[in-house]
């Protein structure tokens, strides 16, 4: 499977496929140009001795900005909001990413990531790179810097992002804790 922003090589896996199917819903029906779409970004932490990544897999940047980021995963959307809204608040170290979007690949919600509201629902609340347009300078890009709020949404992602291997322990690798 070769990812259709970069040409990697990827594991073929159902997920995966869908992350793909993702990113050409953006580039081939939406209207972002494959530079405007950056994949597979990660956010590591380790609290507690327990190392996670987070991963998102696409960030949108419309004018040098990233405005929204896309989280997939299986199943109900409800239990991604809060670490997506996590994500989205801290992956930027200038600025909070000011929306976020969940899907299972069928199904989505636009969050804004402030206070962390539904905006949207479905496939169609993704927005498209006109209405991105718009958003971008409607959306507040306000910076993210209190180290309280900061390391709120640091753990967020450390519990809700954990990955339990099959013989009890982490499947992350190693951050500083």
């Given amino acids: 499977l070769h990812d259709c922003l970069t040409g990697e090589t990827l594991p073929d896996t159902d997920d995966e496929r869908v992350r793909q199917g993702l990113a050409r819903l953006l580039t081939e029906r939406l209207g972002y140009e494959r530079t405007e779409l950056e994949p ?3 956010i590591d932490t380790r609290y ?3 190392a996670v990544q987070t991963r998102i897999e696409l960030t949108v940047r419309i004018a040098g900005r990233r ?3 896309v989280r997939y ?3 109900s959307l409800v239990t991604r909001e809060t670490a997506a809204v996590a994500a989205a608040r801290v992956l930027d170290p200038d600025y909070r990413i000011p929306l976020a979007v969940v899907t299972n690949g069928r199904d989505a919600e636009l969050l804004e990531t402030a206070r962390g ?5 479905g496939m169609d609340c993704i927005p498209d790179r006109q209405r991105a347009e718009v958003l ?3 959306c507040e890009f306000a910076p993210y810097a209190d180290p309280g709020l900061r390391d709120k949404a ?3 992602l450390n519990v809700f992002d954990r990955e339990v291997c099959c013989a009890g322990g982490s499947c992350a690798p190693a951050a500083d804790e």
């Avoid at 509201?117 to 629902?121: D, E």
């Fill in 48 to 50: 507690n001795g327990i």
């Fill in 67 to 69: 405005l929204f980021i």
């Fill in 154 to 156: 640091l753990r967020i």
């Fill in 73 to 75: 995963g299986p199943g």
């Fill in 136 to 138: 971008a300078k409607d």
């Fill in 40 to 42: 597979r970004l990660t």
């Fill in 117 to 121: 509201r539904v905006l949207a629902t």
